[in-house]
């Protein structure tokens, strides 16, 4: 094996010990929202708001299903704190969870300059939702 052969047909060891670090390090930086994050780091972040989601998304289909029933049963779920909470709670979580998901698909597709664009796009979205669902709970 060539020690500094960098430029010719033989291997060099600089180049075989690169290859070998980048195969194996999955901790690269990943770009999302002006800020570096690694992978793991990432990675943490969606299981916790798959976990987040799990018992929140059911409690959020029986409390629908429990306002159908009547006209004015969903004025009167709404009426308590806990319901108001617990629905704040599932639309922030659910909020988060389309940020990181979108944000995946940005980098596996678009170049820098529109994974900006579209990020910036998203949360707008976002917020903009946000703000039309936050009189719902409080009127």
């Not at 980048?22 to 708001?49: H, P």
């Not at 299903?65 to 599932?90: G, Q």
Request: charged share 15%; proline share 1%; hydrophobic share 50%.
């Amino acid at each position: 094996m060539v020690v500094c052969n960098w430029n010719g047909n033989q291997k060099c060891l600089f180049n075989y010990i690169h290859h070998i670090s980048i195969k194996y390090y999955y901790d690269i930086n990943i770009y999302m929202d002006d800020i570096l994050m690694k992978a793991s780091q990432k990675w943490k972040i969606e299981r916790i708001m798959y976990l987040a989601l799990i018992p929140i998304s059911y409690w959020f289909i029986l409390f629908f299903i429990n306002s159908l029933s009547d006209s004015n049963s969903l004025n009167l779920l709404l009426s308590n704190t806990s319901n108001k909470i617990l629905l704040s709670i599932f639309f922030v979580i659910s909020m988060f969870h389309i940020r990181i998901q979108l944000g995946k698909v940005y980098e596996d597709y678009f170049k820098f300059k529109q994974m900006k664009f579209y990020s910036f796009l998203t949360d707008c979205t976002i917020s903009v939702s946000f703000l039309i669902f936050l009189p719902v709970l409080f009127f």
